[in-house]
């Protein structure tokens, strides 16, 4: 059996049948958005073409980002916080699986009090140390990738209320955290309930 998006029924207002329409975009239909994959340029204008989108066509209802993605470009990701804070419609954030790196950063993007973890998902914030390479090149680049690291500290400290000097400190070893951990963290606001 070939492996793809499935499809469901779908009835169009006015019409007596259903028609298939692939999952995601049903469930796009519900406001409920999807980052299954590493952050790059296509996904990113993707989701924020969504976000705007929806929220235009409704900007009372929330919109649902379901993260399960080990992290990715820094400015693609950006552009998705910039865009979840533009949108007049709140974006609660799910994190289903792991996020790591700039989806944690989406993942505490959220609406606050409306971020959520589910019990079993992995939470890495953000590691920026410098490689050694070639030092000319390295140079024309590491003010402006300071300027970056900078920004990204005071948004961690802005949305999880801890200091800037904790969030710079944690960013510099790998930090892996339980949904549990997160939550403690600041990065979530609730773990959804285990079965």
């Not at 990113?44 to 929220?55: C, D, F, I, R």
């Not at 680049?141 to 970056?148: D, G, H, I, T, V």
């Amino acid at each position: 059996m070939p492996v793809g998006v499935p499809k469901v029924p779908f009835v169009v207002p006015g019409d007596e049948d259903a028609s298939w329409i692939d999952l995601y975009n049903r469930l796009f239909q519900e406001r409920l958005l999807f980052l299954g994959q590493e952050v790059n340029s296509e996904i990113s204008n993707q989701l924020v073409g969504l976000m705007v989108y929806l929220s235009l066509e409704d900007k009372t209802k929330d919109l649902y980002l379901f993260i399960n993605s080990p992290g990715g470009e820094v400015i693609s990701g950006m552009a998705m916080f910039d865009a979840m804070h533009f949108v007049e419609a709140e974006v609660q954030t799910v994190c289903v699986g792991l996020a790591a790196s700039m989806a944690s950063l989406l993942l505490v993007g959220g609406e606050i009090t409306k971020r959520l973890a589910f019990p079993h998902a992995m939470i890495h914030q953000p590691a920026s140390s410098f490689q050694e390479g070639q030092t000319v090149e390295c140079m024309l680049e590491a003010n402006e990738l300071l300027k970056m690291r900078e920004t990204i500290t005071q948004i961690y400290a802005q949305r999880t209320g801890k200091p800037s000097w904790q969030i710079s400190k944690d960013m510099e070893r790998d930090f892996f955290m339980s949904a549990e951990e997160a939550q403690a963290y600041g990065i979530v606001d609730m773990v959804a309930d285990s079965v």
